[in-house]
């Protein structure tokens, strides 16, 4: 059973940074894409990044390119997702989603995950200007 659990949310103020963690178990990363979703109240989810275990690639959208960076740790069985200079709207429940590759590119697997893939609990991320 693939398990995911996000942490690492919080309250920061405009131009902060935070990091979250999204720790995974019952899959394998080499075979799989792990993004990370974001949903404000009102507002459309949005996939923020997403990385390809078998070579790590990582795609975003250009909402926060430049600014988030996704990144693993298979020793840890965790990925990261950094994100910089943090603005009022980046404030929303953020949730890490990991699916099978099936040779997407990472582009391609964030499209693809929110709807074949398994969900990790949310962690919320306000911003306050």
């Known amino acids: 059973e693939v398990q995911l659990q996000a942490s690492g949310g919080g309250l920061v103020q405009a131009g902060e940074s935070l990091r979250l963690s999204c720790e995974y178990s019952?899959?394998?990363?080499?075979?799989?894409?792990i993004g990370w979703f974001r949903q404000a109240p009102g507002k459309r989810q949005e996939g923020v990044a997403c990385?390809?275990?078998?070579?790590?690639?990582?795609y975003y959208p250009d909402s926060v390119k430049g600014r988030f960076t996704i990144s693993s740790d298979n020793a840890k069985n965790t990925v990261y997702l950094q994100m910089n200079s943090l603005q009022p709207e980046d404030t929303a429940k953020y949730s890490c989603?990991?699916?099978?590759?099936?040779?997407?590119?990472?582009?391609?697997?964030?499209?693809?995950?929110?709807?074949?893939?398994?969900w990790g609990q949310g962690t919320l991320v306000t911003v306050s200007s």
């Open positions: 989603v990991a699916g099978l590759r099936h040779g997407l590119t990472a582009a391609q697997a964030l499209s693809v995950i929110p709807f074949m893939g398994s």
């Open positions: 019952g899959l394998s990363f080499d075979e799989s894409a």
């Open positions: 990385i390809t275990g078998n070579d790590g690639a990582t």
